[in-house]
Structure formats: C-alpha cells, structure tokens
C-alpha cells in the first residue's frame, strides 16, 4: 500500500471516529428503551461470507424484480431469491472484492483493489469479460444502456462498452492530497451520468461522449488542518424529475437543476453518507450522526433527530411511513418520516452497517460488514 494510500486509510478511519487531538473524543450516544409502533418482523437471514472490516470497505447489496445480489471481500457473488434467501447461483471470482455490485441491462458488475472490473450475466452468474483500469475500485459500478461506468479512486469516470469491456471515454477530476477512503458511485440521469469527486464537485457527464455537461461545487476546503479540509462528496446523489440532490463532507445538502447544475437552495450539512428522499422531503445521516429530514422544495428543516449521534449512521432509505437506518453496532432504525420519532429497532447482527438499506417489492434488506444479509418486513401496528 503506498504511503499517499496509507495517509488517505487513517484520515477516513480519524474522522470516522472524531478524532481531533484538541478535543475529547465523546463516546456514540446510548440507545434509550423503546417501546416500538410499528411491527417489523425478520423474514429470513443468510451468510455471504468475507466482511470488509479491515479498511471499513463496503460492499452493498443490489437487486433487480425478485433477485437480491451481493458480493464478499473473498472474491464471491451471489444472486439470492428475495422472497426466502435461498441461493439461486453462486460464482467465485477468485478476486478480492471492494465494490458492488452494480447491477442493470441484465449484468452484475464489481470492483477489486487492483483495478479489475469483472462482469457477470444476472441470470447465471457465468463471467462476460474482465477488464483491468489499474485503479482501486471502491463504489458500484453502473450499468445503463449499453454503457459500465467505473469510478475509481484516482478521479477518473470511465465508461465501458458492456459488451467487452472496450473503454469508451474518461474524465478526470484531480485528487486531493488527503481524502477520505471512499468514491462517490454514479448515477444515470436520460442522457447523462452524474458523480461526486473529492474536490467537492458534483459534475454531470453526457453518457454517449463523456463530454462535461456541468459541475458545481458542494463543498469547499477550508479550514486550519487537513483533516478540517477535507471536502469530498463521497456519496451517489439522488435524482427526482428534474431536480438534483446531493451532499459532503465538510460541506451542505443542495437541490440543483438537472438541465444545468444551478444551485436552487443549499444548507450546511455535513456527510459522508447520503441522501434518502420520498415525495416531499429529503433524509440524510450527517457526519455526527443526526438524522435531518428538510423539505424538498426549499430546504427548510422539518425535523432533527439526535438520539443516535456518533453511531456511525449508514445511508438512510425509505420504507413506507418510515425511515430506516443503520448503525455501528449493528442495530436498524425506524423513524417516523413525519416527525423523526423513533418506532422500531431491530439488531440485525454485530457488525458495522455501513451500506445503506436496500428497499425492495416492500421489503427492507441489509447487509452488514462481516457478510450477514437480513430481510425484514415492516407494517401494521406493535399494539403497544
């Protein structure tokens, strides 16, 4: 690991845990008794081996009508039904895994530290090609039309021909010194790809040539030390109609035009996470762990939830009238999507949940760092 790699590993593991030599470090809030309003029950759970504890590397879950993907750090992937959790097909890359999948056009697609981009068919798991960028992959890839697009760690957005693996165009964003240890993923939007960069840009690509639509800056470094400077947008943004939202580290939550970047309200918050968002408002986790939900329209504050501050959030996700949430130590959060109140919990498991909850046909799915998946369903009154 070269020492530029090594720096980059600690900053992200540092501020993960608030470190700051000028300040005690306060300890993750303490969950309070709950007495739960809505019912969730556990409908299966499943094993899919190889966590990414050693560097906090997160791989996700995907899915795709009734098929659940996920990937291990050991190098295998699997398509699970997700109705029961039973294994439909399992392939063995023989690689060490950092990203994905990503799934779409019939494709699943993952990432290792080496650059290598594998692709399989989402109906068998029989590898398609392999290609090599010679980059670290740490966000799933996306597959659109006939396009793979890769973001890596050296600020490079690529697109692939999903039919070998043929690189099509590049763009490249300089890389900061310091950064944290992770990449935004990318996000189809009709005609363009839009991506985070840890320069703080959000930047909007045309899929067919590569060609830079627009970039806007969402967060700016600033600051006495390079920790404080740290300024990446390291999570996907989300895209509704024909608004954009997005967020950094070190930065603000801000709703932009898809047509142009223009900034339609911003509001300083600051994650490394992202977004969540239903019909009227949006949910982020910040860096300290409050879970914000503002209106879309205008950005203004609808509610604050502070109850679980330093847990370490994932992303949040949408499930029914709820939000839900991961943590540090493993448990999921509902919240009400009206008033931020707590009103279910479950341990899903003892690892680190970083990747965020994945809503799929009315069922929450979660995958925690040591490789434990969860189905849980959600609905109807505890009685309580």
Not at 53 to 67: H, N, Y
Not at 82 to 90: D, K, L, P
Not at 270 to 282: I, N, P, T
Request: glycine share 12%.
């Amino acid at each position: 690991m070269s020492s530029r790699r090594v720096l980059i590993a600690l900053a992200a593991l540092a501020v993960a845990a608030g470190c700051n030599k000028d300040k005690t470090v306060e300890p993750p809030a303490e969950l309070v008794d709950l007495q739960p309003t809505l019912a969730v029950r556990e409908l299966w759970s499943e094993g899919v081996g190889g966590g990414g504890e050693e560097l906090r590397l997160t791989l996700g879950l995907a899915g795709d009508d009734d098929v659940l993907f996920a990937a291990a750090r050991d190098g295998e992937v699997r398509a699970l039904d997700a109705a029961n959790g039973r294994e439909r097909w399992r392939t063995d890359t023989k690689l060490e895994l950092t990203a994905g999948p990503g799934v779409g056009s019939g494709l699943v697609v993952v990432g290792t530290p080496d650059g290598d981009i594998v692709v399989l068919e989402a109906a068998s798991g029989e590898r398609k090609w392999k290609v090599r960028i010679h980059a670290e992959v740490l966000a799933p890839p996306l597959v659109t039309g006939d396009r793979v697009v890769v973001r890596s760690v050296d600020g490079r957005l690529r697109a692939l021909d999903a039919a070998d693996g043929k690189e099509l165009w590049m763009v490249e964003e300089p890389v900061p010194r310091l950064s944290l240890r992770g990449t935004a993923a990318p996000v189809a939007a009709g005609d363009t790809v839009i991506c985070g960069f840890d320069t703080g840009k959000v930047m909007a690509v045309s899929l067919a040539s590569g060609e830079i639509v627009w970039q806007v800056q969402i967060s700016t470094a600033r600051g006495r030390t390079e920790l404080e400077r740290l300024a990446d947008v390291d999570s996907a943004v989300r895209v509704a109609g024909t608004d954009v939202y997005a967020v950094g580290y070190h930065g603000r939550v801000a709703m932009l035009a898809l047509d142009s970047g223009q900034v339609w309200w911003s509001r300083d918050v600051s994650s490394y996470r992202g977004l969540a968002l239903d019909e009227d408002q949006v949910y982020v986790a910040s860096s300290e762990g409050t879970v914000i939900a503002l209106r879309r329209r205008d950005g203004s504050i609808v509610w604050q939830q502070e109850g679980l501050a330093r847990r370490d959030l994932s992303t949040p996700a949408v499930d029914g009238e709820a939000v839900v949430v991961g943590d540090y130590d493993g448990y999921l959060h509902w919240l009400d999507r009206a008033t931020g109140k707590f009103v279910a919990r479950v341990h899903a498991g003892g690892e680190r949940i970083a990747a965020p909850p994945l809503v799929l046909g009315g069922r929450v799915f979660t995958i925690d760092e040591g490789g434990h998946v969860a189905a849980y369903q959600s609905g109807g009154s505890t009685g309580g």
